[in-house]
């Protein structure tokens, strides 16, 4: 088992930046994959970012490409989406997901999930 704890969310204003971290637990000596999504009051969830466990390789979502980065210290077992240029449509929870080697866009396929975090951005 893996226990996923989101954190850094919370109020900003347009064009603001923050960085999401998460953190994992339990059986980290395994190697996971790691994605960021978010969900929307109203809407599906949606994939934002992911990144494979050496961090050399990473997807993100055509909605944030050059405005978020994922990156990964696995020395701490954490994962970090900074988010730079922020709009009032990144308004969501962000959860964060980890997978055996997975590491793109279909949620159903990551197998731990984290609680989530409320990132509010406001115009």
């Known amino acids: 088992q893996v226990q996923l704890v989101e954190s850094g969310g919370g109020l900003v204003q347009a064009g603001d930046s923050l960085r999401l971290s998460c953190a994992a637990s339990?059986?980290?000596?395994?190697?996971?994959?790691m994605g960021w999504f978010r969900q929307a009051p109203g809407k599906e969830r949606e994939f934002v970012a992911a990144?494979?466990?050496?961090?050399?390789?990473?997807n993100y979502a055509d909605s944030v490409k050059g405005r978020f980065t994922i990156s990964r210290d696995n020395a701490k077992n954490t994962v970090y989406l900074q988010m730079n240029s922020l709009k009032p449509e990144d308004t969501a929870v962000y959860y964060c997901?980890?997978?055996?080697?997975?590491?793109?866009?279909?949620?159903?396929?990551?197998?731990?999930w984290g609680q989530g975090t409320q990132v509010t951005v406001s115009s």
């Open positions: 339990g059986r980290t000596g395994s190697s996971y994959a």
């Open positions: 990144i494979n466990y050496s961090g050399g390789s990473t």
């Open positions: 997901a980890a997978s055996r080697s997975y590491y793109g866009r279909r949620s159903f396929l990551y197998d731990y």
